[in-house]
């Protein structure tokens, strides 16, 4: 059970970046624990900016460092399936091709549909079910209905060199995602309560709202600019839930460090 977050902002938002980012990380750190990772992109970046490790989400968040120009942000957590953590392709953010993406979930059909390209697990030794997501939506131009041909679990994000300025979301089936809606702010997150977190330290008051499945999103500028609908599989069912806590302890450190951070920069 991965974690995902992010955010698009207006350029006129006073939010501060950084902070935002490590409010979002402290509220889905108790989901995984394998890898943790961030990707963000600005009107100054040709490609998104991407870093990530091979540890909890407590030993990242005073490393995280986003630029005030930088409009969208990628973060995730990971509580690793398929793929293992000791090769860094298969950690998120994943690339496939122009798009960099973030996801939370089980795909069990990926070799199936990475097969096709020839650009397909680019990196030595790279297995990650994830790509799959990513794969569809490069070659597709991000079409909202090529994302039917997923076999599993799905809350995913993703942002394409091709599309400067926005940041696109979607849920199938099996995984939540939320969503907060400020005046020059959206954000998104595997639980209403890390968009608790970030309201409570960028003082943006969200209205939040649970993604229906087979919801598909394009962000920009701080706003809602495509919804759109498509039809996920229902087929999958998981042998056995997995339970949401999976790091335990991590969000509980994450959250008294991003005080400590908060009030040293207020």
């Known amino acids: 059970m991965c974690g995902i977050a992010g955010y698009s902002l207006s350029p006129r938002s006073g939010v501060d970046r950084t902070l935002a980012a490590q409010a979002l990380l402290a509220g889905i750190a108790d989901r995984g624990a394998d890898a943790v990772g961030y990707a963000y992109r600005g009107e100054q970046d040709e490609h998104p900016v991407v870093s990530k490790q091979r540890t909890p989400a407590s030993r990242l968040l005073d490393r995280i460092g986003v630029p005030d120009h930088a409009n969208e942000l990628l973060v995730h957590v990971r509580d690793y399936t398929k793929g293992h953590p000791s090769i860094p392709a298969n950690n998120h953010p994943v690339r496939h091709g122009p798009v960099v993406g973030i996801h939370n979930g089980i795909i069990v059909n990926d070799d199936e549909l990475l097969a096709p390209h020839s650009c397909a697990r680019a990196e030595p030794r790279m297995s990650v079910d994830s790509e799959a997501i990513f794969a569809l939506a490069a070659h597709s131009q991000n079409d909202p209905r090529s994302l039917e041909a997923i076999g599993g679990s799905m ?112």
């Open 155 to 266: 809350a995913t994000a993703w942002l394409d060199e091709r599309e400067p300025g926005t940041v696109f979301v979607a849920r199938g089936v099996g995984r939540p995602l939320w969503l907060g809606k400020g005046r020059d702010e959206v954000f998104f997150a595997s639980t209403r309560a890390a968009l608790e977190i970030a309201s409570e330290y960028t003082g943006v008051r969200l209205r939040m709202s649970e993604l229906r499945d087979g919801t598909f999103l394009a962000l920009r500028d701080g706003r809602v600019a495509r919804n759109c609908r498509f039809r996920p599989d229902r087929s999958y069912v998981e042998e056995s839930a997995l339970p949401a806590v999976r790091a335990p302890g991590q969000s509980a450190y994450c959250l008294a460090r991003l005080a400590v951070i908060a009030a040293a920069a207020a």
